[in-house]
């Protein structure tokens, strides 16, 4: 589904990436670990758009991407989430939701003539999609006003309601408590079985073991290992470059 | 008395469509535009030189004079995508010095320093009171479209680009069409009301659309609030009461000035210590 050829990708003195390749398989839980600095992030953001390669090419279901603008890759299929959630501040969870379901509304005339309260259906699917994630507030609630957990939830609705074929998630249980990793853990495992193609930035190693079909490990901007999480938590260099531990 | 009221109440409704356009950018998009007052000159500039040296009428003058302002508006827009925040702010200002320089300096047509002189109303409205009348329908008119914008879908868009545009874009939104088609829709704006102010003092010169209109507005908006058209009402109707007020103080008239300044700038602290999103806006001033 999205193919890395020798990507690079350098800011000023730093490379950040090198010569990086790799590939996803659709309908697989792919993750993507390293310690921190080994350009995962980065990755995430060239798939994105955010930045452009210095080199190398980005396919995304057998199209190359290299050129198109942020939109029209999300427009591809392309969702994905922040470490930080990042939030539309000064508009309640079900505007910031209407945004992300909502394909067509940034077309001016075909737009003003419809109000800004969604239609039934579309406020069902919102609720719908908030129960699914187990975020458990007022959708006419303020953004800023949700816990740092309901944050993380309200990134993966968002996501999820973006319409997607490929979800990148960056760090989707950084920081939140034992309860909600095992929430998080148990809704990536149905959206799996749902058919969704998940690329996942994490530095659980549990989490990572109990989700991942495939592990792909990063250090210093490069791939380092890539494979079941059984081999490549094993693998020597692997231990030895993310986890400090000497063989 | 009277004479004077409707005075008042004319610029209050021409300041409303200034500042609501200006609010459109600025509160709902995120894009400060200090060259705001800039267009509002090229459009009461256009419409002068076309009513008094080609004879255009009115109507077709003031269309002219808010293409022309809608075109330029969304030139201005394409730097924002480069240019971000306080720096687009920056580069909107010197497109209002360039403005200036320019109806200091193109003396065939706007007469430089002199200005323009004999700007007629137009037939039925030549009287104050039907003036007043004009530019009331034109504030409201303003009033119910850019409600109908900033209250659709689109609007919402607009304010996801205000409070971060890489997560709208990252959503599939065309961010820059989307701000593009706001300052089009602010620049026609500001530009009817360019021709309304020309056609309603009568005269004007490069002063008339320099630094002050500027600090009035923009005080409107923060007072009013961000992402507020009744704010943005409100806003101007505080800034001109306020500012208009002193006049029925027995001060000397060299202190009306100063005064005006010192009690506009305390009005504007208060707001911006107390109240960030202003008397009733939607977003904060970060």
Redesign the interface.
Known sequence: MLKLQNISKSFGGVQAVKNCSFEIEESCITALIGPNGAGKTTVFNLVSGFFNPDKGEIFFQKQNINNLPIWKRSRLGISRTFQLSRMFRNLSIEDNLLIALREDDDKFFKMFMRGIEGDAQEKNRIREMMDFVGLKKDPSTIVTDLSYGQQKLFDLARALLNNHTFLMLDEPVAGVNPVLRDTLKELLKKLKSKGETIFVIEHDMDFVRSIADTVIVMDQGDVLAQGTPVKVLSDKSVLEAYLGINI | MFPFLIYILTLVCIYAIIVMSLNLAMGYTGLVNFGHIGLFGIGAYTSAILTTKFDWPFVFAILSAGILCAIIGALLSIPSRKIKDDYFALLTLGFLFVTGAIFINWTDMTRGTLGIRGILRPEGFTEPNSFLILTFIAALVTFFILE??T???????L??I???E??????????D??KM?AMTLSGFFVGIAGVLMAHFIRFINPASFWLDPLVVALAAVVIGGL?SLRGSILGVVIVFAVSESLRFLSLPSTMIGPMRVILFMIVLLVVILFRPKGIIG???LD
């Open positions: 109908k914008v209250k659709s879908p689109f609007g919402r868009v304010e996801a205000r409070d971060d890489l997560v709208a874009e990252s959503l599939g939104k065309n961010i069409r989307a088609t992402a939607r977003a904060d």
